[in-house]
């Protein structure tokens, strides 16, 4: 007489049996996890605007010095020649810090666009680990496969958001750099260029010649 497979999941009250136990094992999971998960999410939302209010703020603060390299220098007739090179070296400054902040949000795009891909692909990696039935050698073979190699292309993805995130936050530095260096070249253009010197025309400012009294009619 063959020997039947030892198959836990032969008979349907076994395969409902284990349906309902993993049912409470992931409410177990999700009720001691989901706290967690909303203070995770909760913090990345704010670190997210955390780090938009800092590209902002690099945006605003060069650009504005860029800007008021002319007026400044208009306002207190410093003569652009004497100092041209240290105003050029400090609109260089600023406009470098300008060019740091817009690459720091080209950054951050990539970075949450990975995040977001990370998280849809172990999304459907976890719909693939539902899925998995003991006792169904096949089926569950390729399901455990699809699944190893959803995680790992995740991780993969996570590691690039990562790493765009570290080149975001070291270009935000690099423009805060950039404006303090700004700010200290503009200071010193200020301080140091000479101002402007107005030549007068002699040939307008001339003292009004005195003219001869032309003869009356009597003679005298």
Same mark, same amino acid.
């Given at each position: ?23 409470? /094992? ?5 009720? %001691?996890?989901?706290?967690? #998960? &909303?203070? !995770? ?5 704010? @670190? ?54 817009? /690459? ?5 795009? %990539?970075?949450?666009?990975? #995040? &977001?891909? !990370? ?5 459907? @990696? ?95």
């Amino acid at each position: 007489m063959a020997s039947q497979p030892n198959d836990p999941f032969a008979s349907l009250d076994a395969h409902k049996e284990f349906r309902e136990r993993s049912r409470h /094992i992931n409410e177990q999971v999700e009720h %001691f996890a989901q706290p967690w #998960r &909303s203070e !995770a999410l909760e913090s990345q939302k704010a @670190a997210i605007a955390f780090a938009q209010n800092v590209i902002k703020s690099g945006q605003l603060l060069n650009g504005g010095g860029l800007l008021a390299i002319p007026a400044l220098a208009t306002l207190f007739s410093l003569d652009a020649h004497a100092g041209q090179s240290l105003l050029v070296f400090t609109a260089i400054a600023f406009g470098s810090g300008l060019l740091f902040a817009w /690459i720091c949000n080209f950054c951050g795009y %990539f970075s949450n666009g990975y #995040r &977001s891909q !990370a998280f849809n692909v172990w999304a459907r @990696a976890q719909e693939d680990n539902v899925r998995i039935y003991p006792g169904e050698a096949e089926r569950s073979a390729e399901r455990v496969a699809d699944y190893k190699k959803e995680i790992g292309e995740g991780e993969k993805l996570f590691k690039r958001s990562e790493i765009f995130a570290v080149m975001g936050f070291a270009h935000a530095f690099l423009s805060l750099v950039c404006f303090l260096f700004g700010a200290y070249l503009g200071h010193r253009a200020l301080t140091e260029t000479p101002k402007r010197v107005t030549a007068i025309n002699s040939s307008v400012v001339a003292a009004p010649s005195i003219l001869p009294r032309p003869p009356r009619a009597d003679g005298h």
